[in-house]
Structure formats: C-alpha cells, structure tokens
C-alpha cells in the first residue's frame, strides 16, 4: 500500500429510507465527535480492511453496530470524492441506499435516529444531503419499474398496503382497480417448500390479516422478480 | 487521515467503449508493471490527492497521461472493493464507463489500446472482467431509453449513422420507417447561438454530408434531453 498522505480516507455512508405517516422519510443521527460534532448525519463509516469482506459489508457492519438493524434491501448508490467534502483531507465515500419498513427501523433505532421527511431536510454535515437527494430520485426512478418499494414494508403486506406505498412514493391517488391494473399483477400460489415462477411479482400467502368480515389476504414479494417489469 | 495500513488503495478504472466492424468493443492495454505484469487490462490509476479534483478528475487524468483521449461521454459505474481483489492488499476500484467514437478512440490510443469483442473477452487482470460486463449491461439498458448510443458516433452525424449504431447495440435490424417512429424522434432547427428545446433529442445543423445526389444531413445530440425519452 501507498503512504497514508496521498491515499485517501474511505468510509461508507447508508442512506436509510423509510415511509412513516404517509412520507418518505430519511433516518439521520447526531454526530458524537467532530468534525461536525452535534450535527445530523447519515449513518456511516470507515472500512476496516481487517474485518470487512466487501464495501457492502462495510455498510452492514456500520448499521449492525449503531442499531442491530440488517434491512433486507441494500444497494450502491454512488461514490462521492474529492478534497473538500471533509475537513481532514481528501476522501471517499461509497454511499448507500437502504429501504426499511418503519416499525422494523423505529424499534431498532430507537435513541439513535430521527427521521426527517426527504423533501425537507434540515442542515447536515458533509455532502449528505447531496446524497439523499440522490438516494431519492433513484428510488422514485426504480419505483416505476420494479418492486423496490415492496422493501418499505413488512415481509407479509395486504395489497391495499402496497397500494398505499405506491401512492406515497408518487404523491397520487388511484382506484384500486386501475392499482392492479398499472401493477399488471401477477400472483403466484406456492405451497411451501415449491418455487415461485420468474414471472410472477408477488406470491400470496396462506396467511390473513384482521377484519371479521372480510380477512385481507398476506403477500410477500418474489425475489426473482424484483426489476422484472414496468409498474407505474 | 488514518495509518496507511488500516486504509485501503483507491483507484479509477474506465471502461472505454467504442463500435468497431458492427461489435461492441473494449479498449484494454497490456500492464506494465506487477501485478499481472504483461496481462491485459482496463485503463486506470490512483487517486492523486494532491493533484485531483475529483474521481470523475481522476478518470479523465488517467485517460489523458495514457492517450490524450478526453471521451465527451463518461459516467461513474460502480465501486467495487475488498481484499481479494487485488494481491496488494485491500482495495478499492471506482469504475467508470466512457463511450468514444472508434475514430477518435483508434488514433489517440495507437499502440496503447488493444480492442476485444465486449462479448468474446480474454483473460483479464483483477476484476476487469466483472467490471466490463456491468459496464456493457448498463449501457445496453441505457441505450433502450436515453441518447447514450450517440456518444459512440462522432459529434456531428446522420440519421442513418445513428440507426446503425442501435441495431449494432440490439443485434436486431429495422426498416428506416420503424426506426424513426420507435426513436420518437423530435428535431429541433438551431440556428447558432440559439438553444434547443428541452424535448428535442436532437438538434439539425446546417452541415450535410457526401454524395453528389442526395446529400445527408448532419445531426448532433440535444444535451439537455439525454434522458428524457424511450427510444426502443
């Protein structure tokens, strides 16, 4: 390896994604040392070569250590560099973007994060706000050709709860038929233990949620599908 | 900044694409020094803290010292990273892409860059192999809903340049009629000093070229609607 002095500092920032009362919201923390001491920051921090086996472990092990939390979506954003994004010399950071259900994220951060609606973020240390405004679009991007916004909910969810995390994401009010229809849904019932096809976004569950009249039925999403077809 | 041996080395490396004979292709060079000594592999280098402004700076640094090549199309891929990757230790690889007419690409880079078929590669140093298939994936994507295929063409071009070079990225072929219609192309008359529509793709010049008969007018992209619309 190099000298210290001309190679730069690497550290892994996760921009934490999640909805709460109808908002995407984004999980920010206090800084406990300087540079930026009490400001808001993104969760985030330096690879260390002796333990981490990849960036993406990096970004695992950060979250691990500040909440417990492992969100089952994670995925790079983009690498920010230069000189003057840190006071303490030129550096890298290889962002994230994680998507969280809320309750999952609300318990296991509890103390340490605070969530600010994406479209209106307060001052912040770094570039991160750069890299949330990022992080956004990407997700509003994806979110019309793939399952991604599945993430922001609970494995199990009802399809008026997708519906609803649709609706957030885009800021627009459908019917539920013309919901499934845009969705182009494809359900798949699989018994445990058989496989889903390529095909299908969703696969229903033998599970219920509530109601005594009318139980919802639970889906969860199919992983193979994930960026298979165009949805808004 | 942190002890040299708890900091990984972070490097640029660019996949450099060019269209040559009807192939996809990449521009690979022979490494001169150790490790894999006389293997072949993707342009690239260090971050310079001293000298970069950036790591789309050190992209362009790296491809100016080795060619004098400044491609008008470059964007950041992917950070790849981790202890195997290369035997010098811990390390981190920001990729990039770049497109470049072969013209251009061919004289700047004489007796530095071999060209290889994107989809019949040899072997290759470090992860370069990975690399360049993410690189061709993405531009193969891109090419079906932005103007990325025309940084491939030379600055000024004609339609029928600008065909070939989609069913060169599809594979498929398509009669002039379908084309124009799948392109949805909008062309905006400029005349110097004025700006272009933001929904024009692209824009006319008042250049035409060869034949006695009927000469072709030339094209050139409308930046400002690089990714604005479906194309394929």
Chains 1, 2 share one sequence.
């Not at 509003?140 to 995390?165: D, V």
Request: aromatic fraction near 8%; include cysteine.
């Amino acid at each position: 390896m190099k000298q210290s002095h001309t190679t730069p500092d690497v550290s892994v920032d996760v921009v934490l994604l999640t909805l709460d009362e109808g908002m995407l919201k984004v999980a920010l923390h206090k800084r406990a040392s300087a540079p930026g001491k009490g400001s808001l920051a993104l969760p985030g921090g330096y690879v260390h070569v002796d333990e981490d086996a990849s960036l993406e472990a990096t970004a695992y092990r950060v979250l691990r250590e500040k909440t417990g939390l492992e969100p089952r979506y994670l995925e790079q954003l983009r690498t920010f560099g230069g000189p003057e994004r840190d006071p303490r010399g030129w550096s890298v950071a290889v962002s994230h973007v994680a998507l969280i259900p809320h309750g999952e994220l609300s318990q296991a951060g509890a103390g340490v994060f605070h969530f600010y609606d994406v479209d209106d973020l307060p001052d912040l240390a770094f570039d991160h706000a750069g890299q949330i405004q990022e992080a956004v679009q990407r997700v509003r991007n994806k979110a019309s050709y793939s399952t991604l916004p599945c993430w922001l909910l609970p494995e199990l969810f009802t399809l008026t709860q997708l519906q609803g995390i649709y609706e957030q994401i885009f800021g627009e009010t459908v019917s539920r038929g013309t919901f499934r229809s845009r969705l182009g849904i494809r359900v798949s019932e699989v018994t445990p233990g058989e496989s889903a096809d390529e095909a299908d976004i969703l696969i229903a569950t033998e599970q219920f949620q509530g109601g005594n009249q009318r139980p919802a039925r639970l889906f969860r999403v199919n992983r193979l599908s994930l960026f298979k077809r165009a949805f808004w």
